[in-house]
Structures are given as structure tokens and as C-alpha cells.
């Protein structure tokens, strides 16, 4: 039990004190709780549990996202949805964006290894759905390292690579990758590397994207065990993809074009049914109309919140899950007083509180990422990376995709 609310109390009781939850709650498909009189009729007769598990919505999972949106709701009330700590005697800064599944627990334990330093640490953690600014106006700012804070973590290949934002640094040996020892071998072995051969980027850990096939959409059609499957035209207007969530995204886009070329991004642009967040794709299971997709491109984990007999099934496509990794960049300067935070960041203990049970894979090597050998990964490659352009590569892709061009 959760300390803002038991599972079995009634969604209307809930809603009132926590409203937040009636948008979460409408985008798992209880779109009637936005009509007062229907939330106050009917909420006041099911329970949270049995409202979910009508949807067959997991409901251990999606009470952890209620939590998070309850959580997240008190941080924009105290501080616009950042969690910071500015000081000017401060010896270490980092500045980061946390996936939201699992942002809370990662800032508990962050702020118990920051209350056992006998130093001060600046620090900027923001979620990622309340997007980046913060970043990406210090970065676009800064005339040289010193406008830099010592550590930076967040997934993003823009944000990163692109020569407007952090990409304008590359090739002046600013930053190191401070890890030492091996990799995960799930992410390190013959087939994929996510170690920066120039030794500048670090990787914590990657998001996955996988398939939700809607089997009541799909008809006659093979269920898609790859991308080059949903590049045929019989899933033309079938597909949604989170085009909201840039991260996702980007990277899809640069996967796709690094194996498949232009045409492959056409090709799934064409698929595109509608953009929908990942609850929204997941509600779908039991519909069967003009704008449900068949094919729902999402995290991998989201995965979780689907229940057997839900009518949706998973697909980990057998030419890679589509990674966006999530970067750590760190600078040589200042490393006698950022190393043990550094440690920590690459420790087994954050990689338990990032991983999510399996479902955001790690590159610490004692951690278990609970993958079997046919699950793969695609990606574009440090090769490929380094002698590209990645900012020009992901505008022309986007406008590719939307057959803007």
C-alpha cells in the first residue's frame, strides 16, 4: 500500500483529493471521469482495483504510476517539477533528466548518497515529460567548459550530438569516461557496443522500444516480428508512435536510417496512425475502430502493465528493440571532487533503481537485465555516430517521416 491511497478505496474519493489523477485516469481509458456528474455517479461505486482490473490493466504497475503523478504534481507545486539544490560553496554540479517511471526512486536514493557527503553537491534532476530547458539553455549558452556543469544525465542524441547544443564541445577534450571495468555483456558483445571507442560518452543504461499488437486490429495480417515488417504497405495508416516524446523518437529515427536508409523511414511514416503516450496505446486492447492502431511502438516498459487474455501481444522485433540510451557526460576538470559521485552513478545500486526490474537495461555488469539471446538491439553505432552529422541526420529524418520533403 502506497501512503496517498489504498488500492481498493473509490475512485471518486481518490480523484477528489488527488485530481491530478483524473487525466491519468482518462488516458487509460476512463475518458467519462472528465464529465463531473459521471465521475461523482460512477466513481463513487467502483474502486480504484476494480476499475483497473476491468480494463485488464495491471494494477501493481499502474498504481506505481499514480503514485508518480501524485509525486510529481507536489514537485511542480514546490519547484516548477525540479528537484534542485543551488549553493555557492557547492564542490560538484550535475544537471539531469530522469525517465518518470522510475524518477522517484532514483531521487531517494540519490538524496541519501547526497545527505552522507560531508560536501555540498548542486544539483538540477527534472522529469523527463517536463521536458529540458533547463539543459539545454545552459548548454546553448555556454561560450566554453566552464558554463558547463561537471555532470550531465539524460538520453537524447539532439541534445548530445547536435552541434547547436553539446556538440559544439566534441573534439576538444572536455569530457571521459570515467568507468572502468567491463560492460553488461547484454550491451557489450559481438553484436553491440555501447563503450564510446573515444572515450568521451558514457551509457547507464537504454530504452527500448518494442511492439503492442492489437490482435482484434489485426485481422488476417501476420502479426509484425520485425521493422521491415511494418515497412509493407498492409500497415499503412496502422501504427501509433509516442512522436511527442522526442527522445524516442529521435532515436527510433536514427536507428531506422542507420539500417534501412532513407526508405526505411518513409516507409514507417507511412505506418503512422496517430501519436499517442504509451498508456493511451496500452488502453486499446478491447477496441476495435476507425483510430485504433494495430501496431503500438512504445518503452519497453510499458510492456509490464499488460495482463495475459488482454487481447494486445508483445513483440520484441527480431531486428532489434530500437535503444535510446541514457548518456552520462561527465568532465575531466573538477574530477578529484566529481569521482565519487560519479561512483555512484555507475554503481549497482542505482542500476537496480534505474533498471526497473529488466525493463531499462544496464550496462553495469552485476546487474541482471533479465533478457533472453533472441532479444536484440538496434542502434546506430559509435562508428556511425562520430562521422555523422546527428543533428542534420535527425532533422531530415523527421521531415522524411512526416513526408515533409
Do not use: C
Given at each position: 500500500m502506497n501512503k496517498y491511497f489504498d488500492i481498493k478505496d473509490k475512485v471518486y474519493d481518490v480523484t477528489e483529493k488527488y485530481p491530478e489523477l483524473i487525466e491519468v485516469l482518462a488516458n487509460a481509458g476512463f475518458e467519462n471521469l472528465k464529465n463531473d456528474m459521471m465521475r461523482k455517479s460512477m466513481g463513487k461505486l467502483l474502486s480504484i482495483e476494480a476499475a483497473l482490473k476491468s480494463k485488464n490493466i495491471n494494477v501493481d504497475v499502474f498504481e506505481r504510476q499514480l503514485v508518480e503523478a501524485i509525486e510529481r504534481k507536489s514537485d511542480m507545486t514546490d519547484n516548477n517539477g525540479v528537484v534542485r539544490n543551488v549553493d555557492e560553496k557547492a564542490k560538484v554540479s550535475i544537471k539531469g533528466i530522469l525517465p518518470c517511471p522510475v524518477r522517484m526512486q532514483f531521487i531517494e536514493s540519490f538524496e541519501k548518497f547526497v545527505e552522507s557527503r560531508d560536501y555540498?553537491?548542486?544539483?538540477?534532476?527534472?522529469?523527463?515529460?517536463?521536458?529540458?530547458?533547463?539543459?539545454?539553455?545552459?548548454?546553448?549558452?555556454?561560450?566554453?567548459?566552464?558554463?558547463?556543469?561537471?555532470?550531465?544525465?539524460?538520453?537524447?542524441?539532439?541534445?548530445?550530438?547536435?552541434?547547436?547544443?553539446m556538440g559544439k564541445f566534441r573534439d576538444k577534450d572536455i569530457f571521459v569516461d570515467h568507468r572502468s571495468g567491463e560492460l553488461n555483456k547484454s550491451l557489450d558483445n559481438e553484436n553491440i557496443s555501447l563503450r564510446d571507442p573515444k572515450g568521451e560518452y558514457s551509457i547507464i543504461g537504454v530504452v527500448p522500444a518494442i511492439f503492442i499488437v492489437n490482435n482484434?486490429?489485426?485481422?488476417?495480417?501476420?502479426?509484425?516480428?520485425?521493422?521491415?515488417?511494418?515497412?509493407?504497405?498492409?500497415?499503412?495508416?496502422?501504427?501509433?508512435?509516442?512522436?511527442?516524446?522526442?527522445?524516442?523518437?529521435?532515436?527510433?529515427?536514427?536507428?531506422?536510417?542507420?539500417?534501412?536508409?532513407?526508405?526505411?523511414?518513409?516507409?514507417l511514416g507511412r505506418g503512422l496512425l496517430k501519436s499517442?503516450?504509451?498508456?493511451?496505446?496500452?488502453?486499446?486492447?478491447?477496441?476495435?475502430?476507425?483510430?485504433?492502431?494495430?501496431?503500438?511502438?512504445?518503452?519497453?516498459?510499458?510492456?509490464?502493465?499488460?495482463?495475459?487474455?488482454?487481447?494486445?501481444?508483445?513483440?520484441?522485433?527480431?531486428?532489434?528493440?530500437?535503444?535510446?540510451?541514457?548518456?552520462?557526460?561527465?568532465?575531466?576538470?573538477?574530477?578529484?571532487?566529481?569521482?565519487?559521485?560519479?561512483?555512484?552513478?555507475?554503481?549497482?545500486?542505482?542500476?537496480e533503481v534505474l533498471g526497473a526490474d529488466g525493463k531499462f537495461p544496464q550496462t553495469n555488469s552485476e546487474y541482471d537485465n533479465k533478457l533472453e539471446e533472441s532479444q536484440s538491439f538496434l542502434w546506430a553505432g559509435w562508428d556511425f555516430i562520430h562521422s555523422n552529422d546527428i543533428g542534420e541526420i535527425l532533422s531530415n529524418t523527421e521531415k522524411w517521416f512526416f513526408g515533409e520533403e
Open positions: 555540498k553537491i548542486n544539483y538540477n534532476l527534472n522529469a523527463a515529460s517536463m521536458g529540458m530547458e533547463a539543459i539545454e539553455d545552459e548548454i546553448l549558452n555556454a561560450k566554453d567548459e566552464n558554463d558547463l556543469s561537471d555532470i550531465y544525465m539524460s538520453a537524447g542524441f539532439n541534445l548530445f550530438f547536435d552541434k547547436k547544443y482484434a486490429v489485426l485481422g488476417d495480417r501476420k502479426v509484425p516480428a520485425s521493422w521491415e515488417d511494418l515497412f509493407d504497405k498492409e500497415f499503412e495508416n496502422s501504427i501509433a508512435l509516442p512522436t511527442s516524446d522526442l527522445d524516442m523518437f529521435n532515436a527510433i529515427m536514427l536507428g531506422i536510417y542507420s539500417r534501412y536508409g532513407r526508405e526505411g523511414v518513409e516507409a499517442m503516450h504509451p498508456a493511451q496505446m496500452v488502453k486499446s486492447g478491447s477496441r476495435k475502430d476507425i483510430d485504433t492502431p494495430t501496431v503500438s511502438i512504445m518503452p519497453y516498459f510499458f510492456s509490464k502493465t499488460i495482463k495475459e487474455n488482454s487481447g494486445l501481444t508483445v513483440v520484441w522485433p527480431k531486428d532489434g528493440a530500437v535503444i535510446s540510451p541514457i548518456f552520462l557526460l561527465t568532465k575531466k576538470k573538477n574530477y578529484e571532487n566529481s569521482k565519487q559521485l560519479i561512483d555512484f552513478l555507475f554503481s549497482k545500486q542505482v542500476a
